[in-house]
């Protein structure tokens, strides 16, 4: 991985180190849920469609370059719609998740707003949720956060006691950003359906990874995003259920089924329906080894170390631990300097200086929050670099450790 | 390199000098708490004839900045006597640092506090110190430039977000002048009330922001 191997003389650890750290040969990237490596084919196959293939998609009576750029739009649509079993006219192309879930939510209140006030979702929801509904409680709408588990799970029977004659719409995200929990959405799904309220899910963290039917698990709205899946950052996408009654949310011209205006980024939705089509099948069966071979390697290794989240129930791509006794964003800085990136629910590290809200939601302690240290995997992740990340997470974590004033036994 | 932190700040965050503990110490203290985030405890040994600080260490649970911040105000205290250890500032610190980022100040800062706490806690043991005093509004501001306004980097004081200190029958009340849906509005309140609470002759601390 570092290429050391290849060397005509033996290196050691330190010398490992200083080769990644001032060479800048190649760094262990284990942030992959906060954005992924745009995968060179999704690059190849953007590129005609800057300087080549550029016209605007227009109707079926325009001219011939157009015509094709609709062909290549609605291709890059039914890709992405048949990865969830939706139909094509229910893909809308967004900037997004961020824009996809301020949408899903504005849109649907205040389209629906003569049938009710109130709105339930989960205490773990990404910020573009937790803001929106924050927009739509001063419009005068009435939100109910579910609490979650210590694993960080949401409890149908929370959901079927929340939902009130006013509701409207029910948003639980699929898969957690910090944790990597998986929600049961198909029992949301159920019960919206039986209680004929609206659902949505936040699907940024989990399509493409596992498998989502939007007939199957009764979804009426689904958010999306490329960049997570090895995609072009600024694109996304919106699922919204044949027949649903919503604002536009962009006004202009006629674009993606008159929902939402402006020229659609072409090149964007090409890279993203070729990101979709090249996720292999045991792909996540090879990212789940990752996950279980860092884990087990730093178990064996180090005492006080807490899982964040569900070793079951939890996404392969994410795996959040609390190191005991230390703060995170020393973790975060030393292996930074070792070529590691990794993301931290410190309080240090956050922009509010507070520490994760996902966490402490989970019944986690300030302490256990701002020692917790998120590493997320993708397919170009070698088993290498996590041999060498967990040398590394092991010798920092005890570095620490050893000057921390709250070590017992030193 | 594209870290936030100057190359000295992060040479004593990698090597960090006079880290552990003293057995026996002839004083400690600790500042900050592992719920805030940072915490750090520092121990003397003090010559009594001489009142000079012979061995200083500590311990650090905290980010980059507050273990560099401990390591250089242990080096800048040895050798020092009790007087001139209390007058290091924590612009001496940062500018012997090289320079924090504003919004990484209230952890350095609690560093520099843990020494003047510990030479207080020697002077309480040596009986070098006063009586108890009555809190006024001048001790309850001097303990709040103390907290750091992450915004500018300077203390609240300074900057002039703290409003208003009353002080009646054990309560304390301080008006801060920031919105209450502010981003540090959470972490502001937090550090005041640590400052303020272990006040002696005060029940409680009442913190309001302005309302919109």
Known sequence: ?410 | MPFPYSEKVLEYFKHPKNVGRIKNPDARATEGSPACGDMVTLYLRVDKKTKRITDIKFESYGCASNIATASIITEMAKGKTIEEAKKITWDNAADELGGLPPVKIHCSVLAVDVLRAAIENYEEKHGLIKKKVKTTKEIVLKRLKHVMNPILGRDIVKTDIVKAVDIKNGLLGVFIDLPREHQFANNIEQEVRERLETLWDIKKVVIKFEEK
């Open chain 1, 1 to 410: 991985m570092t290429g050391a191997e290849f060397l005509p003389f033996k290196l050691d650890k330190f010398c490992i180190v200083y080769y990644i750290m001032y060479m800048r040969i190649e760094r262990v990237y284990l942030d992959n849920a906060a954005t992924t490596k745009c995968d060179e084919r999704v690059v190849d196959a953007m590129l005609p469609f800057f300087t080549d293939r550029y016209a605007v998609a227009s109707s079926q009576f325009s001219h011939s370059p157009g015509i094709e750029a609709k062909e290549s739009l609605d291709n890059a649509r039914r890709i992405i719609a048949e990865r969830m079993e939706a139909e094509q006219e229910e893909v809308i192309f967004t900037s997004g998740a961020t824009e996809a879930n301020n949408h899903a939510l504005k849109g649907i209140a205040r389209a629906q707003k003569s049938k009710g006030n109130h709105i339930i979702t989960t205490a773990v929801e990404h910020r573009s949720i937790i803001e929106s509904l924050k927009s739509l409680e001063k419009e005068g709408f009435e939100v109910t956060k579910l609490p979650v588990t210590s694993e960080g799970f949401v409890s149908p029977e929370a959901l079927k006691r929340a939902i009130r004659k006013e509701t409207i719409l029910v948003s639980v995200q699929h898969v957690n950003q910090e944790t990597g929990t998986i929600q049961d959405i198909e029992s949301f799904g159920k019960i919206c359906k039986a209680k004929n309220v609206l659902f949505h899910t936040d699907a940024a963290l989990s399509f493409g990874r596992i498998p989502i039917d939007v007939r199957r698990y009764n979804i009426d709205l689904l958010s999306l995003t490329a960049h997570k899946i090895h995609g072009p950052k600024g694109v996304g996408a919106l699922y919204v259920r044949d027949g649903i009654d919503m604002a536009k949310w962009m006004e202009g011209g006629f674009n993606e089924f008159n929902r939402r205006a402006g020229t659609e980024n072409i090149p964007g939705i090409i890279g993203f329906a070729k990101a979709v089509e090249l996720i292999e099948p045991d792909e996540i069966g090879y990212i789940a080894q990752l996950k279980e071979r860092l884990f087990d390697g730093i178990k064996k290794r180090l005492d006080a170390v807490r899982l964040n989240g569900s070793i079951k129930g939890g996404i392969p791509t994410i795996l959040n631990l609390t190191f005991r006794f230390i703060e995170g964003e020393s973790v975060l800085l030393h292996l930074d300097m070792r070529g590691i990136a990794v993301l931290t629910g410190s309080a240090c590290f956050s922009r509010s200086l507070e520490p994760s809200y996902i966490l402490t939601a989970m019944g986690l302690s300030h302490e256990e929050a701002h020692g917790s240290i998120r590493f997320s995997f993708s397919r170009f992740n070698t088993e290498e670099e996590i041999d060498y990340t967990i040398d590394a997470a092991c010798d920092v974590v005890k570095k620490l450790r050893k000057i921390s004033p709250i070590t017992p036994d030193k």
